[in-house]
């Protein structure tokens, strides 16, 4: 996913004003919530839409994934995340803010079963960020420039009190379906009005150049085992060839050609995990032609050949049940 050759860049967290006693307290107010949702290692589901916990309890090696639209919040641990060579190290101060589906790298660097990594994911509706929008701007002062589709904040009270109380709905079940989506409202307020939602703001705002690329990024997401064809891409986009791909990159950190890649590759490999298919019929059926290129680029990707990777995977899993 990354360049071999060059170490990634880290990123920066802008700072934020908002800290001291208040901001421990609100830290470890939910991780204590999350600790018990989240009893045991690994991904926890919550009947909140679009809410998921999680408790990592080692380190882990480097894995390939799909990020969509989400607040990734860590009260504990560490975590890095690679997108184009950029690394987002996230520990107990920081937000991963992801605002369009992306392919990246991540890695548990610091967690155990007495000091375990804990983090919420909560996946963001961009409809609901574009009627808020509509009706105020929620802008700040000049961005920086741009960053990406994927940005890295400090956590402050206000933040990490609006995640608690999401959580605190676990405990009346009956009160989801009304205070979920405020709750999930006043987040999205908080993260359009500080500079991390920058890029939250262009993509959802209608005409900007970037909401044209993630349109286009949207259009390769749906349509990524057909032919890519970037004139017909652009005038999907509404811009022209050479500043559709200025834009792509600075919103995804690649070409829409290796974005594309990258969503063949990914879903080659869920097809291989979960359907049982075999590499070439994986390839064939994410658009490639070539069975030996789709093996070259898998490994190139991965690290190891499809069978290998598969086979690896699978005793993960097993080892982890």
Same mark, same amino acid.
């Given at each position: ?95 991963? +803010?992801?605002? @369009? ?5 991540? =890695?548990? &660097?610091? /967690?155990?079963?007495? #000091?375990?990594?804990? !983090? ?67 987040? +999205?307020?908080? @993260? ?5 939602? =920058?890029? &939250?703001? /262009?993509?959802?705002? #209608?005409?900007?150049? !970037? ?111």
């Amino acid at each position: 996913m990354t360049n071999r050759t060059m170490p990634p860049r880290t990123a920066e967290a802008p700072f934020s004003a908002g800290g001291g006693a208040a901001l421990a307290a609100a830290r470890a107010e939910l991780a204590g919530k999350i600790a018990a949702h989240a009893p045991t290692a690994g991904a926890h589901a919550t009947a909140v839409p679009g809410l998921q916990l999680y408790r990592r309890t080692a380190p882990s090696a480097c894995q390939c994934g799909v990020y969509e639209p989400s607040l990734n919040v860590f009260v504990s641990g560490r975590k890095r995340v690679i997108l184009g060579g950029v690394a987002y190290v996230c520990d107990a101060r920081h937000f991963l +803010l992801t605002a @369009l589906q992306v392919p990246v790298s991540s =890695q548990i &660097l610091a /967690a155990s079963e007495s #000091a375990p990594l804990l !983090s919420l994911l909560l996946k963001l509706d961009l409809a609901v960020a574009r009627e808020m929008l509509a009706r105020e701007p929620l802008g700040t002062a000049p961005p920086a420039p741009p960053v990406h589709g994927v940005a890295m904040g400090r956590n402050s009270p206000g933040l990490l009190d609006a995640c608690s109380r999401l959580l605190d709905l676990l405990a009346t079940p009956g009160d989801i379906a009304f205070l979920a989506p405020l709750i999930q409202r006043e987040i +999205l307020y908080r @993260l359009l009005r500080g500079p991390q939602g =920058q890029r &939250l703001r /262009a993509i959802a705002t #209608a005409g900007d150049p !970037s909401q044209r690329a993630a349109r286009a990024a949207a259009w390769l997401r749906a349509h990524y085992h057909q032919p890519l064809r970037i004139q017909e891409l652009a005038a999907h986009a509404g811009m022209g060839v050479s500043t559709l791909h200025h834009h792509f990159r600075a919103l995804t950190a690649m070409s829409p050609l290796q974005y594309q890649k990258h969503l063949r590759l990914q879903a080659a490999r869920d097809q291989m995990l979960l359907e049982g298919l075999d590499a070439a019929s994986a390839a064939f059926a994410v658009g490639y032609e070539s069975a030996s290129q789709f093996s070259r680029e898998y490994r190139r990707v991965f690290g190891q050949p499809p069978r290998r990777d598969i086979q690896a995977l699978r005793g993960a899993e097993a080892a982890a049940v």
